[in-house]
């Protein structure tokens, strides 16, 4: 029934848009996180951003299981970065920049507070690689991207390369 949506790839300039916030927690939300979830499977991905299939609302889906069977969605998500943290370095991917991976570091040490499907509020300090995920995720909903942490030279010839490709 979840159909498959369309991933905008950089550098188009809707994945620049800020989100907003979710207040409805209606069909219509649970409808789009089961497509999301469908769109991320099918692209092999571990996590989506709504801003990726130009959706822009604040809402987050994830699988980081082997077996592809533990879906995971955060809507409204916030992290505070928690005294005596390290930057931690992880080769990181986006589905948004396809062929394109860097190392990226970011603090390893969050607490992290969402809303679930139905608007109730969690908190917790995650571990290892939805660490890094949910950042990166978090990222996408401000209009951030994997490429503002690498050299402008970089990014335009990264930027080139997928203009040549996708368009
Ligand atoms: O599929 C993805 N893999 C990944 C690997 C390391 C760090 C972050 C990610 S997220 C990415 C999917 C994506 O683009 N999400 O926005
Ligand atoms: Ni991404």
């Known amino acids: 029934m979840a159909k498959k949506l369309k991933i905008l790839i950089f550098p188009d300039p809707r994945l620049r848009k800020v989100a907003e916030k979710v207040t409805k ?77 860097e190392t990226i570091a970011r603090p390893d040490k969050i607490e992290l507070k969402w809303q679930d499907i139905n608007g109730k509020v969690h908190t917790d300090t995650p571990e290892g690689l939805l660490t890094v995920c949910i950042q990166h995720e978090i990222d996408h909903l401000e209009g951030k991207l994997m490429v503002d942490y690498i050299s402008a030279l970089k990014r335009d010839r990264v930027r080139n390369k997928l203009l040549k490709e996708y368009n």
């Open 25 to 101: 927690f209606d069909k219509s939300l649970q409808i789009l996180a089961n497509d999301m979830l469908e769109t991320m499977y099918d692209a092999n991905g571990i996590g989506l951003a709504a801003t990726q299939v130009n959706k822009h609302i604040r809402l987050i889906v994830m699988d980081l299981s082997e077996e592809r069977n533990q879906p995971k969605i955060f809507v409204n998500p916030s992290f505070k970065i928690l005294k005596g943290h390290k930057m931690y370095e992880f080769e990181e991917g986006c589905l948004s920049i396809p062929g394109f991976n």
